[in-house]
Nanobody
Framework: VQLQAYGGGLVQAGGCLRLSCAASGGTFASYGMGWFRQAPGKERELVAGMAQRGGITHYADSVKGRFTISRDNAKNTVYLQMNSLKPEDTAVYYC????????????????????WGRGTLVTVSS
């Protein structure tokens, strides 16, 4: 399975971006999906996750109400809509896939994910 994330860039505080992650080489609909981010000097953290089925999602407290994760199984793509961006959202964002997760569970920890895409940099200026 290969994951390709894109859509990052430079945006002013209060702005928005939509990240996309296209999957290939596997059965996308069978994966739990997640978006992680890692800022300089900080650990990688889960931003948003989505279960394989049921539209079940999980968000970090810091992004609740501002970010939305969604998936389009027909396009093998997961999205992260980011609104009201803040300078502290600046980080490299990674998408990841977990194929062993139960269908209605959102994998929360990085070690649970088997596949990772290359990151895309999001920079929010103040």
């Amino acid at each position: 399975v290969q994951l390709q994330a894109y859509g990052g860039g430079l945006v002013q505080a209060g702005g928005c971006l939509r990240l996309s992650c296209a999957a290939s080489g596997g059965t996308f609909a069978s994966y739990g999906m997640g978006w992680f981010r890692q800022a300089p000097g900080k650990e990688r953290e889960l931003v948003a996750g989505m279960a394989q089925r049921g539209g079940i999602t999980h968000y970090a407290d810091s992004v609740k109400g501002r970010f939305t994760i969604s998936r389009d199984n027909a396009k093998n793509t997961v999205y992260l809509q980011m609104n009201s961006l803040k300078p502290e959202d600046t980080a490299v964002y990674y998408c990841a896939a977990d194929f062993k997760v139960f269908p209605f569970v959102v994998p929360l920890a990085a070690p649970e994910y088997e596949y990772w895409g290359r990151g895309t940099l999001v920079t929010v200026s103040s």
